[in-house]
């Protein structure tokens, strides 16, 4: 676990803050199931000196052996393993997932809406899934009244990172997510679109996060305001500068973002 949360901080500061701010009782499940697929997306989006399907196929084997013997020697795979079954998580969402991340091996394009959805399902969706599993303790009835709010949440944040990656999935890796969109022209209209279909997304997910337990409120309303900044600075930058750089949120305004999300939570606003 302690490996987990490791991977967690090295490759994602502002998600290891906010899922440090959720309580004890599902902090280190988060850390898990974020070191899991963190592992997954780097197979396939580095080690380019290597076969990477052989990497891919070896880690999915491992994950199998994983799940069912409750062991593995790789400590991210045993530290999932264990959020797996001590939450019973779905394991169609862990192939759902795993799908994805080996579309990403292969395929470069996605030409149709429906191609674009389901890639997004499987790489994000069913990771706000995954964690609301936790968050609920396993609870189906109160799963099914925040499934559509955690699955928007899941699609806000991967479509983010869309665009704020846009230059290095383009230009190093060759490949384009957003359908019926030139990124070698990238324009303010199509740039527009994007921003009004995530912002949507976020509308819907911020209605989930209020009624999320009490556990997970604090955590995953600060996640979800990181990400707004950060969309927000997107919105505010030409189209032609999203494509040649990567935009970030300076430290100091996430330290803001996370004072203003604690007053929030502090005096039961959320």
Sequence with gaps: QQCSQLVTKTYSTSFSTATSLLAPSVRSHIFNIYGFVRFADEIVDSFHDY?????????????????????????????????????????????????????????????????????????????????????????????????????????????????????????????????????????????SKIIQEIEADFEVGLEGIFRLPDAAKFGVYTAYKYYLRLLKKLKRTPSVKIKSTRIRVPNLQKVDVLARSYVRYRFNIL
């Design 51 to 191: 076969d990477k399907e052989q990497l891919f196929n070896n880690f999915e084997r491992e994950l199998a052996e994983a799940l069912e013997y409750k062991i593995s020697l790789n400590p991210i795979l045993n530290s999932f393993q264990h959020t797996y079954h001590t939450f019973n998580i779905d394991y169609d969402l862990v192939a759902a997932f795993m799908k994805s991340m080996r579309m990403d091996l292969t395929k470069s394009t996605y030409r149709s809406v429906e191609e674009y959805k389901e890639y997004i399902y499987g790489s994000a969706d069913v990771v706000g899934l995954m964690c609301l599993t936790v968050f609920v303790d396993g609870n189906k009835e109160k799963y099914a009244t925040l499934k559509e709010s955690a699955m928007a949440l899941g699609s806000a944040f991967q479509k983010v990172n869309f665009l704020r990656d846009l230059k290095a999935d383009h230009d190093e890796l060759e490949r384009s997510y957003f359908p019926n969109v030139n990124l070698n022209a990238l324009d303010e209209v199509s740039k």
